[in-house]
């Protein structure tokens, strides 16, 4: 073995498992250079196998030797391959000649397990033992699992201690001349139907046994004798659902939380273990597993719309929040979707925590809660969302604007008229729409007045069309009086501006549907405006065929 | 061994094996020419010949409850089992021990092999009636029963040296994670998986050695030597199941903290000398309770503690749920708990320091729950069970025909009510330096040198296990 050949061979195997130790974990096993870091490998190991039978590696804490030869050296605690074996208690690695492709990658995968970075409740020894090599055989010392050394001697030497006088085997063999004869038992016949009930259980035992440990916990409850028990199931509970998130196992959560709102609404549990289980709603919403949902919700995985609003309906004021904190996270847009969903049930058992979120520095998340709280309706709302009106982001502005038309209460309509001002253009334009969409007479007043200011009549066409637009929503006598006084209005000085605002006006009389119009849009429609000719054909179709 | 790796020849050979039991169930209700059994035949043939082809000769090999091709053990999935176990008691009704292919097979052979297998179980002789049938093909051979192995050849006394080595590291190692999480610490998994897959190997290949070692009760830490008994009895009675390595590893690990809840039950009653008050009782009774709390505080919920916990809970309720606790909802048991508490009454009943205070000998023990199958023990596993423990388990004092007085030392897998004894009073009544005799030992004239003919309780006799069998 330690021919210098040989040992040239065993250490391009070793240099050969060092590199791909520092490169098998970059590549997913479907790209090509997986496969070659593999192949690269295992043709080192081939090379050695030509004259040889077996490769064994004796495992020192820094040293690697074939025979009585150094092959590997590293003082290093990092990337040392050989402590890398030799603190789990590996002395001896053997390769045999048949060491396959396959098993070489299974080895590479345990060979680049971190085990300082990964979780994981297996040791180098266990992943070697699991994977049941057929050719790879180790040596292992198992001194380091025993903290008592040579616990063996002593134990056996103090069960020998106790040994029978020899009165008592006197006794022993006197008796066996007495006593009866063989009391056998005999070998039990096993039936094919005992063998397949059997295999039945087997497969039953596969479920998940997180249903029956709840049973279980849940019957520590009504078995607990002191305050700490309550304490202790709590904490299970708590345990539990976090477990279950963790594994998106919501429909498990579901369940906890039905069995822990059974007992509570049982009028025979007393006061202070309701009080206990109520900490497993709170857990419920609190900041982690809220956070943990998010991670859940945004990787992609399929949820059913029922499963996650059962789910939220176990959640609290208290989760809130958590809810908006991760809203500002959450990269996909399913998930904001959810949150947003989840925000609009939960924001309604208390507005005030959902307000906060108008305060957050990120202001997509302002919007998100803007809209949150326009589709609650509440009108409490309102005076949370017109402090909101002059957020320096405009995107902001537009849906308060837009929340608060929604909401339509009286005391937006100031906020609302002041909105009017705002120096962009489709601010104003939201402001007019949110007006036309609370419909009130104050409203239509409020874009009347506007419409009519001279001022308007310098505004931007499309936004002089939106105002409108916006108009044709109350179709009454005010309003086409107006209107037809618009269309009539003819000036002399700034013409093609008083056109525009004509063609408004026939815009909003065709959306109208106003049949009284007809005659002067007939009229204008000979207008040497071409624009304002227009306008007046399409309310004229419009009016005529009822579209 | 040419051609495929060796893992992927033993990936197919359970399907061979269990092909083998499909054939011999269907020519069992069929003619061996009937297409039921040909198509069977041919599918067999499939699976065999390329590997004859691939690894120059073939040999199916009995040993114990186990089939090897090739000397290597076959593992088999769970669905395998009604097969594999229907196939072991076909080759014992006939004493066949092993099939030799040495060519390719081909249909018409194996049809004669059939015919002969099915029909030689009803000869007096049945191996040989077989052997004869057989004898004119010429690809294939069959070999006689015989024993496992002869510990001789590979080394006794290492092999029995390195399980009670593997034996009281475990015990070692369970007393000192005990204390720890007595005294609050934090204990990993990873060093009880590595006790528990040493115990695991040497089950799979020593089961009896290793069982063997439960017997003896004599020590003073009774607790740690408890829990290490129940693993061990627990994981032989996995692997009588066809469980994987992997779940017997866990069943080990759910074993050895089974009784984790007694942490908290003071040492003045634990270790009480006479019968406990209504009271301790009560106290003891709480010890599922306190098991499941200690398991889950120490780690979390996965799958491992959840299990543990689980059994932790369950391994005293009974099959029939007579036991305790009592609970509000009826559930099904577990079926790691019905496995541990088989292993846990036996080990219990066997000892003299648990509930009623007086050790039944392991055949007392095992009548006694013989009564209980059905009621407060799972049936189907307790006749597994028994199978496992043996007619005689060791540690039985058994007096032999020839008035030699002994222990049973090691059963034997094969022949189970013939084990190795110990023999510790001679013949004329004498105590002697003791030496172990080999009750499959024959005279010349074919009849066995030695028999027993009495079994006894060596508590009764104060007789220290220990002494004799460590």
């Known amino acids: 073995m330690e021919l210098v050949e040989d040992i040239k061979a ?71 391959i050989a402590l890398f074996f030799f603190k789990d208690g590996l002395r001896e690695l053997t390769f045999k000649k048949e060491f396959s492709h396959n098993e070489l990658e299974e080895f590479l995968k345990i060979l680049t397990v971190d085990f300082d970075k990964e979780v994981v409740d297996d040791d180098v020894v266990t992943l070697l033992w699991e994977r049941d090599f057929h050719n790879i055989r180790y040596v292992v010392d198992e001194s380091f699992l025993t903290d008592e050394e040579d616990y063996e001697t002593s134990a056996v ?58 049973l279980i916990i849940f019957e520590m409850l009504y078995q607990a004798e002191s305050k700490g028990d309550y304490e202790d199931v709590v904490h299970f509970l708590n345990d539990a659902v976090e477990f279950s998130i963790r594994h998106g196992d919501l429909a498990t959560v579901i369940g906890i939380m039905k069995m822990t709102r059974e007992v509570i609404d049982d009028p025979s549990v007393s006061d202070e273990v309701k009080k206990y289980l109520g900490l497993v709603f709170s857990f419920l919403g609190s900041e982690t597993e809220i956070k943990l949902l998010g991670e859940f919700l945004d990787s992609g995985v399929e949820i059913e719309d029922k499963v996650l609003t059962e789910y939220i309906s176990f959640l609290d004021k208290n989760a809130i929040q958590p ?55 509440d009108k409490k709302a309102a005076d949370y969302l017109v402090k909101t009106v002059s957020h320096s982001d405009v995107r902001v502005r537009k849906e308060v604007i837009k929340a608060l038309g929604e909401l339509g209460t009286a005391g937006v309509l100031q906020t609302l008229k002041e909105c009017l001002d705002d120096p962009e253009a489709q601010i104003r334009t939201s402001t007019a729409r949110a007006l036309g969409s609370i419909h009130s007479a104050a409203a239509k007043s409020i874009i009347l007045q506007r419409v009519a200011d001279a001022n308007f009549m310098k505004s931007d066409f499309n936004e002089k069309k939106e105002f409108y637009e916006v108009l044709s929503h109350w179709p009454d006598s005010d309003v086409i009086e107006f209107l037809m006084k618009s269309l009539k209005k003819k000036s002399f000085f700034r013409r093609a501006v008083n056109d525009e605002n004509r063609a408004c006006a026939a815009y909003c009389l065709g ?37 | 061994m040419t051609g495929k790796g060796k893992e992927e020849v033993f ?51 009995l040993g114990g409850e186990f089939f090897y091709i090739n000397e290597t053990r076959i593992r088999y999935p769970l669905e395998y089992l009604p097969n594999f176990d229907f196939l072991v008691r076909e080759f014992k009704k006939r004493g066949l021990g092993s099939i ?29 009636t077989f052997s004869e049938d057989v004898g004119n093909i010429s690809s294939l051979n069959i070999g006689k029963l015989r024993r496992v192995k002869d510990e001789a050849e590979v080394g006794e006394v290492d092999i029995r040296r390195e399980v009670k080595k593997s034996y009281f590291n475990a015990v070692s190692y369970t007393k000192g994670v005990i204390n720890k999480i007595k005294s609050g610490e934090k204990v990993g998994i990873k060093k009880a998986k590595r006790v528990v897959e040493g115990m695991v190997d040497l089950i799979l290949e020593q089961e009896q050695l290793l069982v063997g070692m439960t017997a003896i009760k004599d020590y003073d830490e009774y607790t740690y030597h408890h829990s290490v008994n129940v693993s061990i009895l627990s994981v032989a009675l996995g692997q009588r199941l066809g469980l994987s390595k992997k779940v017997l590893t866990e069943i080990g ?54 299990r543990s916990a689980i059994v932790a809970f369950e391994h005293h309720m009974n099959f029939d749920f007579s036991g305790y606790p009592r609970t509000r909802k009826r559930f099904e048991l577990d079926f790691y708990s019905k496995i541990i508490s088989l292993a846990d009454q036996y080990d219990g009943m066997t000892s003299s320091r648990v509930y009623s205070r007086i050790p039944m000998s392991p055949d007392r023990a095992l009548s006694l729950m013989m009564e209980r199958a059905g009621k407060q023990l799972d049936p189907i596993l307790f006749k597994f069970f ?85």
């Open chain 1, 10 to 80: 065993a250490k391009d195997v070793v240099h050969a498992l060092l590199k791909a130790r520092k490169t098998f974990r970059m590549y997913p096993e479907t790209n090509p250079m997986y496969e070659r870091i593999i192949e690269d490998a295992h043709a080192k190991f081939r090379s050695f196998f030509d004259y040889r039978d077996e490769l064994t590696f004796k495992i020192k804490q820094n040293e690697l030797f074939c025979g009585s030869e150094q092959v590997y050296h590293s003082p290093q605690k990092e990337d040392n």
């Open chain 1, 157 to 214: 030497e103090e069960a020998k201690d106790k040994t029978a006088g020899e009165d008592d085997l006197s006794r022993a063999y006197a008796d066996a001349f007495k006593e009866e004869g063989v009391k056998e038992l005999s070998i039990v016949p096993l039936t094919d139907k005992d063998l397949h009930t059997l295999v039945k259980e087997l497969e039953k035992d596969a479920y998940n046994k997180m249903d029956k440990l709840l």
């Open chain 1, 323 to 377: 809810f908006i904190t991760i809203l500002g996270e959450l990269k996909t847009i399913p998930a904001r979707k959810n949150v947003i969903n989840a925000l609009i049930f939960l924001g309604k058992k208390d507005i005030q925590s959902l307000a906060k979120g108008l305060y957050d520095s990120r202001w997509y998340v302002v919007r998100n809660i803007i809209y949150i709280l326009g589709k609650i309706g």
């Open chain 1, 511 to 547: 959306l109208m549907g106003s049949k009284d119009a007809l005659p002067l849009l007939y009229k204008i429609r000979d207008s040497k405006n071409k624009f304002l000719r227009e306008y007046a054909y399409t309310a004229i179709k419009r009016i005529e065929h009822d579209r």
């Open chain 2, 11 to 61: 990936a197919g050979a359970k399907d061979i094996i269990n092909q083998l039991a499909v054939i011999i169930r269907t020519a069992a209700i069929h003619d061996p020419g009937n297409i039921a059994v040909t198509t069977a035949v041919d599918k067999f043939l499939a699976l065999l010949n390329p590997l004859i082809a691939s690894e120059g000769e073939l040999t199916l090999e």
């Open chain 2, 100 to 128: 030799v292919f040495k060519d390719v097979i081909k249909a018409v052979d194996m049809q004669t092999f059939f015919k002969a297998f099915i029909s030689s179980v009803f000869s007096q002789t049945p191996f040989e």
């Open chain 2, 253 to 306: 690990l759910v074993a050895l903290f089974h009784d984790i809840g007694k942490i908290e039950i003071p040492n003045e009653i634990l270790n009480k000398p006479t019968s406990f008050t209504d009271d301790e009782w009560s106290i003891m009774k709480r010890h599922p309770f306190w098991g499941v709390r200690a398991i889950l505080r120490q780690r979390g919920f996965d799958a491992m503690s959840m």
């Open chain 2, 386 to 470: 028994i199978n496992m423990i043996g007619v005689f388990p060791v540690g039985t004092l058994v007096m032999l025909d020839t008035k030699e007085l002994g222990l049973v030392y090691q059963s034997e897998a094969m022949f189970l009510d013939r084990p190795k004894v110990l023999v510790i009073i001679n013949g004329k009544g004498e105590k002697v330096d003791s030496y172990i005799v080999d009750l499959t030992e024959k005279a010349p004239g074919g009849n066995f040198l030695r028999t027993i003919v009495k079994t006894m309780d060596p508590n009764k006799y104060k007789i220290n296990l220990a002494e004799y069998l460590l």
